[in-house]
């Protein structure tokens, strides 16, 4: 196939009698796409057929790549490249960190995304975790916030430990003026006990 003889944009409303053929061949028909007809991505050829969908729910900082399809899957290859470039452009409009699917197609399993690690499932939206199937996922960009936090939260740190820092010298130097008080205190108890053994051990009758 010609990539250029095909293009991808967000599907209308008109689109629905084409999405809904094109579900009922994916199975799909009982899944309740139809209110979420918006939330598709479309390929379109040179005669404005649709020919290949995905879904791209946003939710926060995340989207969802849910229930692809294709009128002939000998283009599938060749569409998925577009409609990928379409949906990164999406993401980076809305500010989306991470993309997610259960989709299992080679491109989507092999080439691109890949199984999420403990830390990354912590970020998996709780509206979908009970969605069936594996995850894969791929981050797209660092949270701004996120990243902002972190700096708060090291910047916090760093001033607390400055601040015991300043209290551990400011004790430090208390201790060192009060060992030197007690120092002279004990010098001038010493100097006082030896002055008063060295009159006291005048032999008698001498003068003083």
Do not use: C, Y
Not at 56 to 82: C, I, V
Not at 136 to 157: N, Q
């Amino acid at each position: 196939m010609n990539p250029a003889d095909f293009k991808v944009r967000r599907a209308t409303i008109e689109d629905l009698p084409a999405l809904t053929s094109l579900w009922q061949s994916m199975n799909l028909a009982n899944a309740g796409l139809e209110p979420r007809v918006t939330e598709f991505q479309v390929a379109v050829d040179a005669t404005g057929t649709v020919v290949g969908a995905i879904g791209f729910q946003l939710l926060g900082k995340s989207a969802l790549l849910h229930s692809e399809g294709f009128t002939d899957f000998g283009l599938a290859d060749g569409l998925r490249p577009l409609l990928w470039e379409r949906l990164k452009m999406l993401a980076a409009n809305h500010g989306t960190v991470r993309v997610w699917t259960k989709e299992t197609a080679p491109f989507w399993a092999q080439d691109l995304l890949s199984p999420p690690d403990a830390e990354a499932l912590e970020k998996l939206p709780m509206d979908w975790k009970n969605l069936p199937g594996d995850w894969l996922t791929i981050k797209l960009r660092e949270d701004v916030e996120e990243v902002l936090s972190l700096d708060k939260e090291f910047a916090m740190f760093a001033a607390s430990e400055r601040e015991r820092s300043r209290n551990a010298l400011s004790q430090a130097k208390l201790f060192k003026t009060i060992a030197t008080v007690f120092a002279i205190i004990l010098g001038l108890a010493v100097l006082t006990a030896s002055i008063i053994v060295v009159l006291n051990s005048k032999p008698p009758g001498s003068t003083p």
